[in-house]
């Protein structure tokens, strides 16, 4: 591989007292540690984006609202993979994600997208099921494994380390495969331009 290929991993809680960067340093240590992966690490409570839409198709007019898209936008254009990381709210996930994903279209179209979810008793799972229709309807491609974090206010010590090793199988394992997939989605974009 010539040039490592870009992850962008999401971190998507804006919630006060949040275990969201924990859990996205946490992963992208892992995804650090390969040499195949450049790894950019995307908070939105860091770079909040607008929350009232312009006419469909249209830029905002909103000479601010621009500027904090384009803190985010290119970032995600620029990325050959996502890894998402989204704590599970009332059976779903956090609206400040899917306000990210709806701010962006073309950004998500034929790459591939890996979760990583965390809660209480069900490890954030359902938020994710939530996640896979919505990166669908975006021509994206989520992938099988994932990560689930259960009881996550105990899963980490004080240095963010995961205290359970098996977590730390099951994002090596992860990444083992959103690399595959984003090396072929990449080589299929360089070969014709998806929607072409």
């Known amino acids: 591989m010539s040039t490592p290929l870009r992850l962008a991993v999401i971190q998507g809680s804006t919630r006060e007292g949040r275990l969201g960067p924990t859990v996205a ?19 939105l409570a ?17 000479e601010a609202d621009l500027a904090l898209l384009r803190a985010v936008s290119p970032r995600l254009a620029a990325a050959d993979a996502f890894a998402v990381v989204t704590p599970e709210y009332n059976h779903s996930y956090p609206a400040s994600l899917k306000n990210a994903i709806d ?3 073309k950004e998500w ?8 979810s965390y809660g209480g008793f069900s490890a954030g799972l359902r938020a994710v099921e939530h996640l ?12 099988r494994e994932s990560v689930g974090l259960a009881g996550v206010w105990g899963q980490f010590d004080a240095e963010g380390k995961a205290v359970d090793p098996g977590a ?14 984003a090396d072929a ?12």
């Open 25 to 43: 340093h946490w992963l992208a240590g892992h995804a650090t540690d390969r040499p195949d992966l450049a790894v950019d690490v995307i908070d």
């Open 46 to 62: 860091e770079t909040p984006l607008p929350t009232v839409f312009p006419h469909l198709g249209q830029a905002p007019a909103d």
């Open 103 to 105: 701010w962006h279209n």
């Open 109 to 116: 179209h034929a790459k591939p997208v890996a979760f990583v």
């Open 132 to 143: 896979r229709g919505v990166f669908a309807e975006l021509h994206a491609v989520t992938l």
């Open 168 to 181: 730390d199988t099951a994002a090596k394992a992860m990444l083992e495969r959103l690399v595959w997939w």
């Open 185 to 196: 989605l990449r080589e299929a974009r360089a070969k014709k331009p998806y929607g072409a």
